[in-house]
């Protein structure tokens, strides 16, 4: 069970929160300038890395806020949470990690 | 407009018909007459804080899990939402001001005063019955008087608040919950 | 009493033999001593044969003293609380205990599989995967057969009669395992002031010490146990969990303990009130962990190795010293290091002969081998035992004479009688934690295990499972990582002094993976790696030869390390012959994943408090009292119980139903709505943000107005719905369905926070704060005016579709002239406090209307007769609300979210499944819900598919059945026959029609 950052109430369990998906994907200004493939991007294509990862949390049963985790989809380390209205520092950069053997 | 909760069952594996009783280190009480308002506003508006200060008597608690007391108690839930607890009778007529002073700013009162139930629990074992559905670190230093939580306990979603440190804790829980929670009580209570 | 303890030692031990017991194995009685484990008491007994081998079915007895036991394997108890696949070496003795050994069926003595054994050839690796594969039909026949004959542990058919709990915990500092290591690092991290958790899986403190001989500071080793024990036991935040096996290391620090707890006193006259907890979850939060679980002893691998008799050395150390039994009389010990010396000395001491040391080394030991010679005990350097005799009871050693080559042949030159064979291979660091947790390992070529590597989460290994086997090593070892611990968390850590202890140099353990044997490795006798699984070299040979290479594959192909043992006994050797056989160092090949649970944990510690009525939450309305009163059945809905119907004299659900529908068609009926969900929406931006979110044009909305409104998800599909009210210029009132109400309050805030904060909008959840009383029927607005209203309630002043706020009886209430069953209806919203009172006064005032309480059957009947949608019945998130003929919704005039996707090619297909309504061409046939819909009959299969049965319910106000459904092109194929085809029936022909069935107009809710 993880031990999410939430950046109101501090370290909760994971069972209080709720997850998001990936975060940072803005919803298109206007959709139907859109053609089809390019609405299929924004609505099912997710980055899915193996490594650091934004993603949208919501303490549910806390301050119901959302925000944003930064997870190692590998080791699941939580290199930090932010607010919506924060700014966001650059991941660390996936480019430093080692590849890892399969499981 | 008075409150009445019907009485949870759950409890009578607890306490029976009373009200309240104190068993195996553990001390359940179910408070009747409570009056609740939820509050949202934000708290950058500094103005906006400081209208609904004014009718409250009291400061809000900006600092998150917090709670301040005095005239009713002001329960933090979110960085733009209170709990207010008042006696029941007095509710209404609080909101009425609270909206009357927040007309033209941008906030929200509701009263939830049907909504919840609230009890009272105490006793040398009420940390160790609350530790067993509750993944908070209930230890006196991490969750001092003063501190509020809105977090889950067992299945439910409840706010925790320690009001001193014999210790004391109020729970509140929405209405539909408050059966189950009080026969997991019951439950949880046993040594 | 102790009669018949013909292996118990006079003196000594940790036994109470001032209480004696009795208790049964196989339904034999026999007598222990409190203090004794169902294995040691057996073992004092002499009852060396304990059960059958899983597949080979061969004599076994018991081989080690704690986890890593492989052969006694117990069911434990009678009946309903009877618990399968105990470990006997973990198992407290219990006055009446009984037990039963799970392998072995019929019975342990006569086994009608022993025969498999000679068939070993046939059963190797495989044999089941290739055997029992075809034909396909007859697998379940197999199936029967295999699974009784492995004879697993029978699991209880009634329920558990113990009670669970779970505990949350937190810590600064987590200590796994309460040896010298564990006790040391929980000593200076307690010391240091940090809130500490000391666990160990055993029901003394002490761990390795607990099997005897150790001196520290120049006095017995446990007297320094116990103090460390009282002082820990002092300190106000620090917890010791004794009998408590941490057997799960989760993500961030998150560890699992599950701890048995003592029965003080009889469980069962304490009534099932009273009955204290038989177990306990402790779910901790560690800021940092020692990981200090010893280290596992490795049985040497050579022919017949698995015959009763054959031990552990330090198991049988650990027997004579905190058991006081000697487990047999003359005794060899085969060894490949030091350690097995000190047990030869044990069992010399206690009196046992021992005919020989065979030492794999030419050299021999260290310093011991000189206290071993002054003992006159001989020593067979250069030697191993290659193969034993005797088949229920090891009746000799055959030894050979051993160059170092793996896999040469040898030939044997000595035979050796002995009825104990105390072997070890050398010590494997319990990393099972270590490697949980995402810790890497590494090969320790000079001692010759995995040793705990890089850590991925915060912890630390300590002691025997850090590759530290001396005493001494072991209590630096955990001073070193306590102190680590508590300057990680900022602490100060204490100035402690390293015990002195008194051990001599060791001199180095050589590898001996597989002894070698007469004859080569595949056509000797069976040689054992994993005795639980019978998994021999043999057959990991076999498995390499067919092609497997990477050990995940040869472990799933040859169930090395399967059942309780999770590679505790026989995983490095298993790896190191895969490696031999493969030609590759061992650390090339690896081990296997460690997974959770460390040892078996209870289904019923798993499940703690959460079981009967407090498996999950009911919910009740405010009005949940008078229901029950009623008599109503209730249906779970989500975690709501609603009244499903109230019957009347007997009556059963469908004439109920039909008078309740009736009721409500032609007078009144009340119906409790309390569960939708309800949402107060406010601010200056509530208009700009409702339109976002809703299809429909929320604009248009006068104060004062309602609308139906329906929320789509981005992909266009529909996902929720419910009524909207504009109760003044900044502020709207949404109610939800019943099991959305929660989902939707987050997606809107989830909307509102992450893609548009700029909007001012305040959401409030009121689900709970409002009870919903519907109030529905021609004389609904009489019923109303009767009781008491202080605003008008005609068509004129009060439309269809719009809300006022009122008193009614005296009390406020918000009144909504919506409709979910077509008829004239008022829904009225009051604070739950005062709902009982409200409903009570209403039930009053209707016996006039003959005012009907209605559940949530009747419900769903008015409204499919309407062909009125329910979310999630009649949809199922592949449904837009084209599909379902809601065109009229859809604003052209904005954007809403999902808009863009109905525009998608997929959501535009002609064929998409429209909701149309059914009638069976019969007339009288209620076609089941789930029902397939089938263009004809007499197709082969598999027969196409075009749609499917969502609602299905008997109109009594049309008084024939009705049916909404989901067809494929449907709405344009209105008049046509299809046919319902539910599985096992015939299939039924019906006519597709309009999906409203009563009052197609909506006449009725006008009025």
């Keep these: 069970m993880l031990l999410i950052e939430c950046p109101w109430c501090g370290p909760r369990a994971e069972t209080e929160f709720s997850y998001g998906g990936e975060a940072g994907i803005p919803r298109p200004a206007d959709p139907d300038a859109l053609s089809d493939a390019e609405w299929a991007d924004y609505l099912f294509y997710r980055s899915n890395p193996r490594g650091a990862h934004r993603e949208l949390w919501n303490h549910a049963q806390g301050c119901r806020r959302w925000f944003v985790v930064e997870r190692d989809t590998v080791t699941n380390r939580i290199a930090g949470s932010f607010r919506l209205d924060e700014t966001v520092p650059v991941p660390a950069s996936a480019a430093e990690k080692q590849p890892e053997q399969g499981d | 407009m008075s409150e009445r909760i019907a009485r949870p069952h759950g409890l009578e594996a607890f306490f029976g018909a009373a009200e309240s009783a104190s068993r195996d280190g553990v001390e359940i009480a179910l408070l009747k007459n409570r009056g609740f308002l939820n509050l949202r506003l934000d708290p950058r508006r500094e103005r906006t804080v400081k209208a609904a200060e004014e009718v409250l008597g009291q400061d809000l608690p900006l600092a998150a899990n917090s709670f301040s007391g005095g005239k009713r108690r002001v329960y933090w839930l979110g960085p733009d939402e209170w709990l207010l607890e008042t006696g029941a009778e007095e509710a209404g007529a609080l909101r009425g001001e609270l909206e009357a002073a927040l007309a033209g700013h941008h906030a929200a009162v509701n009263d939830v005063s049907g909504g919840q139930a609230t009890l009272r629990l105490g006793g040398p074992e009420a940390r160790t019955m609350l530790s067993k559905g509750c993944t908070l670190d209930l230890h006196p230093r991490e969750f001092a008087p003063g501190q509020c939580a809105r977090t889950g306990l067992a299945r439910a979603t409840v706010l925790l608040a320690c009001i001193d440190e014999a210790p004391t804790f109020t729970l509140i829980v929405a209405r539909s919950f408050a059966d189950y929670l009080c026969r997991w009580l019951a439950n949880a209570a046993r040594p | ?1007």
């Design chain 3, 1 to 1007: 009493m102790a009669a018949g303890q013909a292996n118990r030692l006079p003196r000594g031990g940790r036994i109470d033999r001032s209480r004696p017991l009795r208790f049964s194995f196989d339904g034999k009685s026999y007598a222990g001593y409190a203090g004794d484990t169902l294995a040691s008491a057996l073992l004092a007994n002499g009852v060396s044969l304990l059960g059958r081998s899983f597949k080979l079915r061969r004599p076994r007895g018991i081989v080690g003293g704690g986890a890593e036991e492989p052969n006694a394997v117990m069911q434990v108890g009678e009946g309903a609380a009877a618990r399968p696949n105990l470990l006997a070496t973990q198992v407290e003795l219990e006055p009446g205990l009984a037990a039963r050994a799970t392998r072995g069926w019929p019975s342990t003595r006569f086994d009608i599989g022993a025969a498999l054994d000679s068939f070993g050839r046939i059963l190797g690796a495989g044999f089941y995967y290739k055997t029992f594969k075809y034909p396909r039909a007859w697998w379940k026949l197999y199936e029967h057969f295999i699974r009784r004959a492995a004879g697993f542990g029978k699991a209880p058919d009634s329920p558990d009669p113990d009670r669970y709990e779970h505990r949350n915990a937190h810590c600064d500092v987590l200590v796994a395992g309460g040896g010298p290591a564990g006790l040391m690092a929980a000593l200076t991290a307690a010391r240091a002031g940090a809130r500490v958790i000391l666990a160990d899986d055993d029901v003394e403190f002490g761990g390795s010490l607990l099997a005897g001989g150790d001196a520290i500071d120049g006095a017995p080793a446990m007297d320094w146990v116990a103090g460390a024990v009282a002082e820990l036991r002092e300190m106000p935040d620090c917890r010791l969990l004794s009998r408590g096996t941490v057997f799960g290391y989760h993500d961030h620090n998150f560890l699992t303990i599950v701890q048995r707890c003592v029965q003080e006193a009889d469980a069962a006259a304490q009534g099932p009130a009273r009955r204290p907890v038989a177990e306990r979850l402790w779910r901790v939060r560690a800021k940092r962990v020692v990981l200090a679980q010893g280290a596992f002893e490795r049985p040497l691998v050579f022919c017949n190795n698995d015959r009763p008799g054959v031990m552990l050395a330090s198991a049988v150390s650990g027997y004579i010293h905190r058991h006081a039994v000697l487990p047999g009389r003359r005794a060899v010990v085969f060894t490949n290091n030091d350690s097995a010396y000190r047990t030869a000395i044990d069992l010399a001491g206690a009196g046992a002969e021992v005919a020989a040391i065979v030492d794999s080394r030419p050299g021999g030991a260290g310093a011991i081998g000189q206290r071993v010679k002054e003992l006159g005990i001989p020593v067979l350097a250069g030697h191993v035992v290659s193969d034993v005799s005797g088949r229920r009871r090891v009746r000799g050693a055959g030894i050979a004479r051993w160059t170092g080559e793996p896999w040469s042949a040898v030939e044997i030159t000595l035979r050796i009688d002995c009825d104990l064979l105390a072997v070890s291979g050398g010590f494997s660091p319990a990393v099972h934690l270590h490697s949980q947790a995402g810790g890497k390992l590494e090969w320790d070529e000079s001692q010759l295990c995995f040793l705990p590597g890089e850590a991925r989460q915060p912890h630390d290994s300590a002691g025997a499972g850090n590759g530290k086997l001396s005493l001494g090593d072991c209590l630096a070892d955990g001073l070193r990582a306590g102190k680590a611990a508590v300057e990680a968390l900022g602490l100060n850590p204490p100035e402690i002094e390293i015990p002195a202890t008194n051990e001599s140099p060791a001199a180095p353990i050589k590898a001996l993976w597989r002894v070698p044997a007469a004859k080569d490795a595949d056509r000797c006798p069976k040689q054992f790696i994993d005795f639980q699984n019978d998994t021999t070299v043999a057959d990991i040979r076999l498995a390499v030869r067919e092609g497997y290479r990477n050990v995940e594959h040869v472990k799933r192909y040859t169930a090395l390390g399967f059942g309780t043992d999770q590679g505790k006994l026989g995983n490095i050797n298993g790896m190191a012959v895969l490696a031999e056989t493969l030609g590759k160092p061992i650390p090339e090949v690896g081990t296997t994943t460690f997974r959770p649970a460390y040892t078996p944990v209870r289904f019923g510690a798993g499940a703690g408090e959460s079981v009967g009525a407090l498996y999950d939450p009911v919910r009740k309305t405010a009005l949940h009292q008078w229901h029950e009163a009623a008599g109503a059945p209730m249906e779970v809905v989500g975690q709501w119980h609603r009244p499903r119907y109230f019957p009347r004299n007997g009556e059963d659900l469908h004439a109920a139903v039909a008078r309740e529908c009736l009721a409500v068609r032609n007078s009144v009926g009340i119906m409790d709505a309390s569960t939708l969900g309800k949402i107060d929406v406010r601010g200056p931006d509530a208009v700009n943000f409702l339109e976002r979110v809703y299809t429909h044009n929320v604009d248009r909305m006068k104060p004062g107005r309602c609308a139906y409104g329906i929320l789509l998800g981005e992909d266009g599909m529909v996902m929720d719905d419910g009524v909207m009210a504009r109760l003044a210029e900044d502020r709207f009132y949404l109610t939800t369905t019943t099991g959305g109400a929660a989902q939707v309050l987050d997606w809107l805030e989830k909307w509102l926070q992450t893609e548009w904060p700029e909007l001012e909008v305040w959401l409030t959840s009121l689900t709970e704060q409002f009870s919903t009383l519907a109030v529905a029927g021609p004389n609904s607005r009489a019923l109303l005016e009767k009781l008491g209203c202080d605003i008008p309630l005609d068509r004129e002043s009060f439309p269809f579709m719009h809300v006022r706020t009122a008193n009614l009886a005296g009390m406020p209430v918000s009144l909504f002239r919506v409709s979910f069953s077509g008829e004239l209806a008022f829904e009225i919203n009051i604070a739950s406090g005062l709902a009982p009172d409200l409903w009570r006064k209403l039930m009053d005032v209707g016996r006039e209307f003959e005012l009907t309480p209605y559940g949530t059957e009747t419900m769903h009947v008015l409204r499919a007769e309407k062909g009125f949608v329910i979310v999630g019945q009649d949809t199922d998130g592949s449904v837009t609300p084209v599909d379902l003929g809601m065109n009229w919704l859809l604003s052209k005039e904005k954007d809403f979210l999902g808009k863009r996707s109905l525009a998608r090619p997929d959501c535009l297909r002609a064929d998409r499944k429209q909701l149309v309504g059914l009638l069976s061409r019969a007339g009288c046939t209620v076609i089941p819900e789930g029902a397939q819909l089938i263009e004809r009959t007499g197709q082969r299969a598999p027969v196409p598919m075009c749609g499917h049965v969502t609602s299905s319910y008997h109109s009594a106000s049309l008084g024939h059945p009705i049916a909404l459904a989901l067809v494929a092109g449907g709405r344009g194929r209105r008049g046509e026959t299809l046919f319902a085809a539910p599985p096992g029936r015939e299939p039924i022909a019906v006519e597709i029609v309009s999906p409203a069935f009563y009052d197609p107009k909506g006449g009725r809710q006008h009025v």
